[in-house]
């Protein structure tokens, strides 16, 4: 089994593990334990713990009640020094084997949770598996809620939560807003969208461009387009299509390091060809 190094461990995993440090020393406990890091890791902001979870089948609030829970029957000692328990370690160490197993460079928080649902985790006594055992979850449901979240990308960089589900954080999904009614209507449109959705339908050369200044309407023909294929107005090779809208002030958002935009719109390019021409 791989020993856990902090020089391999994503973002997500150092932030987690300095909050479950700081969450041991409020609490006055002398130790940082396995039920310290889920806890950190769950509350994390755009984490993926708590949605992989979730999906799952564990529900965030039961999950912070069990964990509280478990965290209250935790010695107090004040003034002591604070140190890693032997569960945590063996923790960490599971989870540099789940990013060995799956080819991944860096061990992130989803492999942390792999490693909590492993038989070894509850055979070495390590304080959240129970928990996790106990609310339900197992590690063929966690298997298959990470392949629905990660898809095909691996963990090769320290940030790669902003390459999951890269589509649906990055997108707007006009296709969906129309088949609920959260468009506005098109009018007076008809010319434009009719040429846009020809030039689609063909087999090559289809990809229309609507060039004019802001405010002229080039959206609303998008939008246009998206109702058409809601409604099934389109021609055959069109139908069950998604019409989807970058959102480049997403994207940027928050890309603090070095190539971070470019690894979300290299995932978003992943996620498009992988759809075999479904989207648009």
Known sequence: MPAFSPESATIKTRHALAHAQAMARELG???????????????????????????AGVHEAALQRALTTELGK???????????????????????????ALKDKYVSTEHIVLALVSDKALRKEVRAARVLQSLGTNRDLLLSALRDVRGNQSVDTEDPEGKYEAL???????????????????????????????????????????????????TAIAEGIAQRIAEGD??????????????LAAMVAGAKYRGEFEERLKAVLKEVGAAEGRII
């Open 29 to 55: 406990h002398p130790e940082v334990t396995s039920l310290h890091l889920l806890t950190a890791a769950a509350q994390q902001d755009g984490g993926l713990v708590a949605p992989l979870l979730a999906r």
């Open 74 to 100: 935790l010695p107090s000692v004040s003034g002591a020094d604070l140190r890693a328990s032997r569960e945590l370690g063996v923790a960490l160490d599971l989870a540099a084997g789940e990013a060995e």
């Open 168 to 218: 649906d954080k990055y997108t707007r999904d006009l296709t969906a807003l129309a088949r609920a009614e959260k468009l506005d209507p098109v009018i007076g449109r008809d010319a434009e969208i009719r040429r846009a959705l020809q030039v689609l339908s063909r087999r090559t050369k289809n990809n229309p461009v609507l060039i004019g200044d802001p405010g002229v309407g080039k």
């Open 234 to 247: 389109v021609p055959e090779s069109l139908r069950d299509r998604r019409l989807l809208q970058l959102d």
